[in-house]
């Protein structure tokens, strides 16, 4: 089968040059040549994300081109064609290139585009659909994956991306595209003339700037910190710059070799702010001026990581759910206001830390499924039935929300946020890992752990999928010494209590993912990542004392990994 998909593009007399040569280096190892095209680069529920090169599973001109023909008819469905489509890249090779073929596909349609001059975050972009009223909206990036990566992220009318019963519409366009090959793709030049290309940029920066004004807690707080921020050669920089700026930070110092635009990311093995090693010149530049507080937003800027000095003045670097409970807790502790409906919501691999912070300010909290979409769906319905009122929302993933006129994770507004509550602590002599243990001690130690394995092609997938089987199937009743209370397969939303053998429905749509809860409030759960050939791990503990906790986070871990090597 692969080797007719082979051959259709090897006949193919309008192949795009480049990739015709690369299809010619490709003809000589055949394994790399059938994982280029025994499938077609899958158009999941976040879009699509790939290996660049020639073929069907990769990313080029073609397979985008697919995407977009299957937005433009998307679009016309929904009958909101003279809407529009607002469309933003990030750094990487052919980011730009895919963004004017996807306005060049539209633009066939008779589909207008308002593509950004330069690159721009990914946050931005959900702010520009909503901004300037378009249908929908995509970001071409692959957030913080490798340098041969790239990806083709799709947004709904209201900014957010799209929720799984609008994903399953746009997929079925996109699989309807039957020839990749011959979609077609109006000229740019012309679409300028006619208005159907319609270049963006300070306008839509000057609206975002403005609707950041509202992430600020306190104005009148001493904002006297020294931050060090790195975008990692992303497209962060403007924004947080302006962003910290307008706040009333006036000592900002940006880590000047990873300030500009890279696609080889070529100063970290990896542009993740998750990663510690990503940090690595922020922390020498951090030592260097005794900064406070260091920044880092990856390639897209819709994750932040954050590192604090400890007693010894040595960088920690903050967990996703730690940096999570913080902001929460500072929302929920200095508003002036929280309105009495207000909800936060977070995913159900995330600690369970912000909902009892939650619980302790009488606020409700909601779980839904990993992906920021279903958060940003979640506001929306709020915003309609005005059943709740929408305070923070975050996932372990570094990814958060503070205000509403983004519709998904947004690192400019987090690194406002997060810089502001630095100073609300050093004006009282602390620092963020003061205020973290200060919270411990009231809630007790919360402790999270991930592992992921990296799985690639068509065996990695059968892998994965064996993997994910055998833990859905087995009979485990304890893990690292505690007793499993309930089972939760959200691939038929069932919750099992183990002891009983009775069943309860989970109101969420369904998903590849299984969940163990254990006695104690502690948990584990595996599901495979939807942008990364990669099968994830989540452990959540607690205890009364952080040595506890962590002696407990590597038995439960000891104990999936037994099983796990048991099967590979």
């Not at 040569?21 to 000589?28: D, I, N, R, V, W």
């Not at 809407?83 to 207008?112: N, Q």
């Not at 807790?329 to 912070?357: C, H, W």
């Amino acid at each position: 089968m692969w080797k007719e998909q082979y051959e259709r593009w090897k006949e193919f007399k309008g192949l795009d040059a480049e990739l015709s040569t690369k299809l010619g280096e490709l003809s000589e190892d055949e394994q790399s040549l059938e994982d280029a095209f025994y499938k077609d680069l899958e158009f999941g529920t976040g879009g699509m994300r790939g290996k660049l090169g020639p073929g069907t599973n990769r990313m080029n001109i073609y397979t985008v081109r697919k995407a977009a023909e299957g937005l433009a008819a998307y679009v016309n469905d929904q009958g909101m064609s003279k809407k529009g489509v607002a469309i933003a890249y990030d750094s990487r090779y052919m980011s730009k290139e895919f963004a004017v073929e996807t306005a060049r596909v539209l633009g066939a349609h008779g589909i207008p585009s308002y593509v950004f001059t330069s690159l721009r975050p990914t946050p931005e972009l959900s702010f520009a659909v909503r901004h300037l009223g378009a249908a929908a909206g995509v970001v071409v990036t692959a957030s913080h994956n490798p340098p041969e990566y790239n990806g083709f992220k799709a947004y709904n009318e209201d900014g957010g991306q799209l929720p799984p019963e609008q994903a399953e519409i746009m997929i079925d366009f996109v699989n309807k595209v039957e020839n990749e090959l011959e979609v077609d793709a109006a000229d740019q030049k012309e679409l300028e003339e006619n208005g159907l290309l319609r270049w963006i940029d300070e306008e839509v920066d000057q609206a975002y700037l403005k609707a950041l004004e509202s992430v600020t807690v306190q104005n009148e707080i001493d904002k006297d910190l020294s931050l060090v921020f790195t975008p990692l050669h992303g497209t962060a920089r403007h924004l947080v710059e302006k962003g910290l700026a307008q706040s009333g930070f006036t000592s900002v110092h940006i880590v000047e070799e990873q300030a500009k635009p890279d696609p080889e990311f070529s100063t970290v093995a990896s542009p993740n702010p998750e990663e510690h090693q990503a940090f690595e010149i922020a922390i020498e530049q951090g030592k260097a001026i005794g900064a406070d507080l260091l920044l880092a937003t990856d390639p897209d800027a819709d994750r932040l990581g954050v590192a604090v000095p400890d007693e010894n003045g040595e960088y920690q670097v903050l967990t996703g759910n730690q940096t999570g409970a913080l902001m929460l807790d500072y929302i929920l502790g200095q508003s002036a206001e929280i309105p009495k409906n207000g909800r936060m919501i977070k995913t159900i691999v995330t600690s369970e830390f912000g909902r009892v912070i939650a619980d302790s300010y009488g606020i409700s909290s909601l779980d839904t499924l990993t992906g920021f979409k279903f958060i940003g769906e979640k506001i929306r319905e709020y915003e309609q039935t005005k059943e709740h009122t929408f305070l923070f929302g975050y996932e372990e993933s570094y990814g958060y929300l503070v205000k509403d006129f983004a519709r998904d994770k947004d690192a400019v507004q987090s690194a406002v946020l997060i810089a502001e509550v630095g100073a609300y602590y050093k004006n009282q002599g602390k620092t963020l890992l003061d205020a973290l243990n200060d919270l411990y001690e009231k809630h007790g130690f919360f402790l999270e752990g991930l592992q992921s394995m990296k799985l690639e092609g068509k065996a990695g997938a059968d892998t994965i999928q064996t993997i994910m089987n055998d833990f859905r199937e087995a009979d485990i009743t304890e893990a690292g010494g505690k007793k499993v209370v309930a089972v939760e397969d959200y691939s038929t939303s069932i919750r099992r209590d183990v002891e009983s053998g009775s069943e309860e429905h989970i109101d969420l749509p369904a998903s590849n993912v299984v969940k163990f809860i254990l006695e104690d409030d502690c948990w584990f759960c595996l599901r495979p990542s939807g942008t990364e050939p990669k099968i994830k791990f989540y452990y959540g503990v607690k205890s009364g004392a952080k040595a506890d906790s962590e002696a407990l986070l590597e038995a439960v871990k000891a104990t999936v990994n037994e099983r796990l090597h048991a099967l590979i």
